[in-house]
T-cell receptor, first 113, second 111 residues
Framework: SQTIHQWPATLVQPVGSPLSLECTVE??????LYWYRQAAGRGLQLLFY??????ISSEVPQNLSASRPQDRQFILSSKKLLLSDSGFYLC????????????FGEGSRLTVL | KQEVTQIPAALSVPEGENLVLNCSFT??????LQWFRQDPGKGLTSLLL?????REQTSGRLNASLDKSSGRSTLYIAASQPGDSATYLC??????????FGTGTRLKVLA
């Protein structure tokens, strides 16, 4: 069966520090991968998506970047965090050639102080 | 541009009631529709997926219907329980990479 792992679950970082959030998917191949951010009490905002290794599309200009070094690995990074980067980050995957069903990880809560 | 609206935005019901959550969308050209629940501080859990060619899906006490011609989907929860308290989201796929999220319904089931 397919599973998705996302870590770390919680982190508190000072302004200006780097960030790395990691997401891996098991049990499927060539998935579409997504990073979303959810601000407190708000909906989900798509940050990045990837349809293949090394293929990254950004939906909004921001302080963050994403990479896909392996088929089932998706990394969200920042060189210098801003206060506005605080939020709940969710990784997700889907395979359009199947049902197109979307699956989410458990999320990473980032607080920038 | 596809827009997805969920009504009501919040709902509070006593335990045991049957309830219906509504999802409306403006473009009937959808690939599938999913219903999720989100507990506070948690990720989204997929409840039901309805493909474009389907009319409804059932899982336990949950039943989701899809009417593309009227741009509506409903999530029916039978015999609600306090554990059903969460935010419910409908999400549409157009068959590309993009998923459109509804505005959500916050459900509270009172014991």
């Amino acid at each position: 069966s397919q599973t998705i792992h996302q870590w770390p679950a919680t982190l508190v970082q000072p302004v200006g520090s780097p960030l790395s959030l990691e997401c891996t998917v098991e049990g499927t191949s060539n998935p579409n991968l997504y990073w979303y951010r959810q601000a407190a009490g708000r909906g989900l905002q798509l940050l990045f998506y990837s349809v293949g290794i090394g293929q990254i599309s950004s939906e909004v200009p921001q302080n963050l970047s994403a990479s896909r070094p392996q088929d089932r690995q998706f990394i969200l990074s920042s060189k210098k965090l801003l206060l506005s980067d605080s939020g709940f980050y969710l990784c997700a995957w889907s395979v359009l050639e199947n049902t197109g069903e979307l699956f989410f990880g458990e999320g990473s809560r980032l607080t920038v102080l | 541009k596809q827009e997805v609206t969920q009504i009501p935005a919040a709902l509070s019901v006593p335990e045991g009631e049957n309830l219906v959550l509504n999802c409306s969308f403006t473009d009937s050209a959808i690939y599938n529709l999913q219903w999720f629940r989100q507990d506070p501080g948690k990720g989204l859990t997929s409840l039901l997926l309805i493909q474009s060619s389907q009319r409804e899906q059932t899982s336990g006490r949950l039943n989701a219907s899809l009417d593309k011609s009227s741009g509506r989907s409903t999530l029916y929860i039978a015999a609600s329980q306090p554990g059903d308290s969460a935010t419910y989201l409908c999400v549409l796929s157009s068959g590309t990479y993009k998923y459109i999220f509804g505005t959500g319904t916050r459900l509270k089931v009172l014991a």
